[in-house]
C-alpha cells in the first residue's frame, strides 16, 4: 500500500466574537484538511489548526509522505522531524493555542494515515490504538464570555429569528447571568453533564462569581471547571481559588509556569489541570518534579499525534496524573480523531472539551456529528467512520480566500473593539 497523493485544502469556518486571554475570536476560524490519496485510491483525511506557515509546512513535507507506505509511520514520522529539524517546547510560544509547526504537521498526517489503514483492513481507528476502553466518549459544555453575534458575514451583528442555541450562540456573555444562561442553553441541546469556563477574560473576582453561580445554577452533581489561560499571578490564583474550594472539579492553568503552578497547587485542596505549563515530553520530568498539575490535558495536534497521547496516557497513569483533552474551533475530522482517541485510552478520566457547539459548518457527508447526551457514540464504520464532502470543502477553501486571514491573531482582533489592547502574560 503506497500513498501516492497529498492534497491540503485551507479552510475557514464561521466563528464567533468569543473573549480569551490572548484577545478575541477572529470572525472565522482556520483549519487545514489534509488528504492522502493511495494507488488503489483509498483517501485517508487528517485536520489541523490553520496557518499561512503550517501550509507552508505541510507543502514541504509532501516529498516526505508521497510513496510511503501509510503503516511505517515510525520511518514517516523519522523522515518529517529530519527535514523540520528539532523544534522543542520553548517554540510553542505564550499564546493559549501551541504554535510548533513539527507537531501539527506529523499529527495531521499521522491522523490521515490511520484513517488509511482502517479503510484498508475494515476496522475503526480505535481498534488500531488497541480497542475501546468504552463506547461513548462523554464531551463537556465549553462556556465563552462573548460579545453579540455569530461571527462570518454576521460580524456582530445578530440573527432575529435564531431560536434556542442558534440563539444563545449569537448573544452576548459579559456577566455571570450571561454564563448561566449560555450554559443551560449549551447542556440543553448537547446534554452535556460537566461545564467548563474559559476565563482570563474578565477581572478575576467578576470569573469565581460566574462559577459560583454556575454551582447555584446547576447544583453539586454537575462538575465544574474554569480555565483562566495562565494570566494570573500566584497571589491572585490562590485568593480566588481559595473561594472555589469545594466548587471545581478542577482548575486549568491559573498561573503561568510549573513552578507557579506547584505553588498554587500546594496552597489550595482543588485538582490542577495544565495544557499550557505542561505541553510536551520535555516538560515531563519538571511536572514530577514540581508536582505542578493533577491533571493533563492531551491534544493530538499538539502533542504529536495519536501515539503519541497514548504516551502521554501512559505517563500519566504511571505518576498519578488524571487525564482530560484539550479541544480548539474546529470540524468534523478532528473531532472524530478525538473521540477515537479517547475511546481508545483506558485512564481518560474526565468528560474532553470541544469547541465543536460553537462552530456551525462542516466538511462531512451527512453533515454535524451529533451529541447523545452530551456523548459521541464510536461506530464500528472503517477507519475514522468519515467521508469528505468535497463541495461544502470547496466551499469553506472559497471561504477561506475570501475571508483574508492567514493566521490566529486574537490580539489584533481584541484591537478592533478595544484600541490599544495588548495581550499580557500575567494580567492580574
Avoid at 449549551?186 to 446534554?191: P, Q, T, Y
Avoid at 456551525?360 to 451527512?366: A, G, T
Wanted: aromatic share 8%.
Amino acid at each position: 500500500m503506497k500513498i501516492t497523493d497529498m492534497h491540503i485544502t485551507p479552510i475557514a469556518i464561521v466563528d464567533p466574537p468569543l473573549l480569551n486571554a490572548a484577545g478575541l475570536h477572529a470572525p472565522y476560524a482556520l483549519r487545514i484538511i489534509i488528504e492522502l490519496v493511495t494507488a488503489d485510491n483509498i483517501y485517508g483525511l487528517g485536520e489541523v489548526p490553520g496557518s499561512a506557515k503550517t501550509l507552508q509546512a505541510l507543502e514541504a513535507a509532501k516529498d516526505a509522505v508521497i510513496g510511503k507506505d501509510p503503516f511505517q509511520l515510525n520511518a514517516i514520522k523519522q523522515e518529517i522531524y529530519t527535514r523540520f529539524g528539532e523544534e522543542g517546547v520553548e517554540f510553542r510560544g505564550e499564546a493559549p493555542w501551541d504554535q510548533r509547526r513539527q507537531v501539527h504537521v506529523f499529527s495531521a498526517l499521522e491522523v490521515a494515515c490511520f484513517d488509511l489503514m482502517g479503510k484498508a483492513t475494515g476496522r475503526p481507528v480505535v481498534d488500531l490504538l488497541g480497542g475501546r476502553a468504552r463506547d461513548r466518549v462523554d464531551f463537556s459544555a465549553y462556556l465563552f464570555y462573548k460579545y453579540e453575534g455569530a461571527g462570518g458575514e454576521l460580524g456582530f451583528g445578530a440573527d432575529p429569528n435564531a431560536t434556542g442555541w442558534a440563539a444563545a450562540r449569537q448573544q452576548a456573555a459579559l456577566d455571570p447571568d450571561g454564563v448561566v444562561a449560555q450554559a443551560k442553553a449549551m447542556c440543553d441541546e448537547f446534554g452535556f453533564k460537566s461545564i467548563k469556563l474559559k476565563g482570563g477574560a474578565m477581572p478575576p473576582a467578576e470569573e469565581t462569581a460566574a462559577m459560583l453561580a454556575l454551582r447555584e445554577a446547576f447544583g453539586p452533581n454537575v462538575p465544574l471547571r474554569l480555565d483562566p489561560n495562565a494570566i494570573w499571578s500566584v497571589e491572585t490564583a490562590i485568593e480566588q481559588g481559595r473561594k472555589l474550594e469545594g466548587i471545581l472539579e478542577y482548575y486549568e492553568d491559573p498561573v503561568r509556569g510549573q513552578e507557579n503552578m506547584g505553588k498554587v497547587r500546594r496552597a489550595l485542596n482543588i485538582p490542577l489541570a495544565t495544557n499550557m505549563c505542561t505541553t510536551g515530553f520535555e516538560h515531563l520530568p519538571g511536572s514530577v518534579q514540581h508536582h505542578s498539575e493533577d491533571i493533563i490535558l492531551s491534544d493530538h495536534h499538539f502533542w504529536g499525534g495519536l501515539r503519541a497521547s497514548l504516551e502521554l496516557a501512559a505517563f500519566c497513569s504511571a505518576f498519578g496524573r488524571g487525564l482530560s483533552m484539550h479541544s480548539n474551533s474546529h470540524v468534523g475530522i478532528s473531532l472524530a480523531a478525538m473521540a477515537h482517541l479517547a475511546a481508545a485510552t483506558p485512564n481518560l478520566t474526565y468528560a474532553c472539551d470541544t469547541h465543536y457547539p460553537w462552530q456551525s459548518e462542516e466538511v462531512l457527508v451527512n453533515g454535524r456529528f451529533q451529541f447523545d447526551e452530551g456523548a459521541l457514540v464510536i461506530s464500528n464504520e472503517p477507519g475514522l467512520g468519515v467521508e469528505l464532502d468535497r463541495a461544502k470543502l470547496e466551499e469553506l477553501h472559497d471561504q477561506y480566500i475570501s475571508c483574508g486571514l492567514t493566521e490566529r491573531n486574537d490580539e489584533i482582533e481584541m484591537q478592533k473593539v478595544v484600541p490599544g489592547w495588548k495581550f499580557e502574560a500575567q494580567r492580574w
